[in-house]
């Protein structure tokens, strides 16, 4: 199976802050990594698809990059409504395995 | 409206079963590729299962396999999960989600993705 590493499990960072989410792949995938992100009691909710293509009405203020075994999820400015838990996923292989997931908290 | 509505959840005791349904609508259910996932409480995402949309393919995840059965009736427009020999370990909230497909014109492949959830339904294992 291909286990897919999130770092860092947490963080702490202040609303105009830039952010970024690292996931490693244990093998290749090529760009078959998808980010979500979700809040408290809330269904998680797609951000990137393919590694970099933003989801429809997801802001510009997101990004994604990465191809192979190496993906970041970057934040460029922190809004309040940001502070959520994000995960990777691939969809390359079966079982299509998350990252354990970062939590986004307000300093 | 696009919407995935699961049902079914709720408590049951070690060794017991449930099936989970997942209502699809404002879409056209059986051309897409449809997952569960589930999130115990307090940890992360936990894919469970894939059923291609002709139910032509399935997988499970290997916590799951010999014990749950995923299917569909793409006329009903519904997924189902059913599970049997249920541990406590199974509890959590189990989400369908739609997968959709985008085509990487660069690197000539499909690559698949879970754009659409539905809200959850809670399944709680305990005697």
């Known amino acids: 199976d291909i286990q897919m590493t999130q770092s860092p499990s947490s963080l702490s960072a202040s609303v105009g802050d830039r952010i970024t989410i690292t996931c490693r792949a244990s093998?290749?995938?090529?760009?078959?990594l998808n980010w979500f992100q979700q809040k408290p009691g809330k269904a998680p909710e797609l951000l990137i698809y393919?590694?970099?293509s933003l989801q429809s009405g997801v802001p510009s203020r997101f990004s994604g990059s990465g191809s192979g075994t190496d993906f970041t999820l970057t934040i460029s400015s922190l809004h309040p409504e940001d502070f959520a838990a994000y995960y990777c996923?691939?969809?390359?292989?079966?079982?299509?395995?998350f990252g354990g997931g970062t939590k986004v908290e307000i300093k | 409206e696009v919407q995935l509505v699961e049902s079914g959840g709720g408590l049951v005791q070690p060794g017991g079963s449930l099936r989970l349904s997942c209502a699809a609508s404002?879409?056209?259910?059986?051309?897409?590729?449809m997952n569960w996932v589930r999130q115990a409480p307090g940890k992360g995402l936990e894919w469970v299962s894939y059923?291609?949309?002709?139910?032509?393919?399935?997988y499970y995840a290997d916590s799951v396999k010999g014990r749950f059965t995923i299917s569909r009736d793409n006329a009903k427009n519904s997924l189902y999960l059913q599970m049997n020999s249920l541990r406590a370990e199974d509890t959590a909230v189990y989400y369908c989600?739609?997968?959709?497909?985008?085509?990487?014109?660069?690197?000539?492949?499909?690559?698949?993705?879970?754009?659409?959830w539905g809200t959850g339904t809670t399944v709680t294992v305990s005697s």
């Open positions: 989600a739609r997968e959709s497909q985008y085509y990487d014109g660069s690197a000539y492949h499909y690559v698949n993705y879970m754009d659409v």
């Open positions: 404002g879409f056209t259910f059986s051309t897409h590729n």
């Open positions: 093998e290749h995938i090529s760009n078959y």
């Open positions: 059923i291609r949309s002709s139910s032509s393919t399935i």
């Open positions: 996923q691939q969809t390359y292989f079966a079982p299509r395995t």
């Open positions: 393919a590694a970099s």
